[in-house]
T-cell receptor, first 110, second 114 residues
Framework: DAGITQSPRHKVTETGTPVTLRCHQT?????MYWYRQDPGHGLRLIHY???????DKGEVSDGYSVSRSKTEDFLLTLESATSSQTSVYFC?????????FGPGTRLTVL | GENVEQHPSTLSVQEGDSAVIKCTYS??????FPWYKQELGKRPQLIID?????GEKKDQRIAVTLNKTAKHFSLHITETQPEDSAVYFC?????????????FGTGTRLQVFP
């Protein structure tokens, strides 16, 4: 499982509250990603990072921000959660095009 | 941008039969095509991949074929078993920002009945 962990694994929050999800990897991989998975949509890229402090937007980045202050940690923040952000969030790392996924975080926004 | 279409969305087969899942992509610059298997409540896991300089790749009961001219690739599972039941995702790489990133299909739910 490429040494990837995510925390928390489950979270229920209310609309309008800030939420931060954490991804931690032990493989020293340069690239890290955040995806969301929703029925009928597969996996959609939110943001990605190609190094410490180097991040960029994916295809569904509105309402999300990220930070990477260390190689091993990639944080995803929902500044003000909305019900449309209820989803399963997967972190992934990438070494030479092969992506390895974390166990996922199930987020429910009420 | 890149778009990946995957069919069928659901597939039911009898144990021992073959299963085929097909994907098409739009960006002719794509050069890497992985397949992921996701069991219920688990993370997606890579099961096989193919690069654009190869037309076919096999790994035991699983094979992937690529037709770059037609821009489609397929996953073939032979002698299916109940433990093959899962959701399968195809993906294609495309340039995004500084590097090649994956665009995923919407998934195929495979059910193998004993």
């Amino acid at each position: 499982d490429a040494g990837i962990t995510q925390s928390p694994r489950h979270k229920v929050t209310e609309t309008g509250t800030p939420v931060t999800l954490r991804c931690h990897q032990t493989e020293n991989h340069r690239y890290m990603y955040w995806y969301r998975q929703d029925p009928g949509h597969g996996l959609r890229l939110i943001h990605y990072s190609y190094g410490v402090k180097d991040t960029d937007k994916g295809e569904v980045s509105d309402g999300y921000s990220v930070s990477r202050s260390k190689t091993e940690d990639f944080l995803l923040t929902l500044e003000s959660a909305t019900s449309s952000q209820t989803s399963v969030y997967f972190c992934a790392t990438d070494e030479r095009d092969t992506q390895y996924f974390g166990p996922g975080t199930r987020l429910t926004v009420l | 941008g890149e778009n990946v279409e995957q069919h069928p969305s659901t597939l039911s087969v009898q144990e021992g039969d073959s299963a085929v899942i097909k994907c098409t992509y739009s960006d002719s610059a794509s050069n890497y095509f992985p397949w992921y298997k996701q069991e219920l409540g688990k993370r997606p896991q890579l099961i096989i991949d193919i690069r654009s300089n190869v037309g076919e790749k096999k790994d035991q009961r699983i094979a992937v074929t690529l037709n770059k001219t037609a821009k489609h690739f397929s996953l073939h599972i032979t002698e299916t078993q109940p433990e093959d039941s899962a959701v399968y995702f195809c993906a294609a790489s495309r340039v995004l920002g500084n590097t090649d990133k994956l665009i995923f299909g919407t998934g195929t739910r495979l059910q193998v009945f004993p």
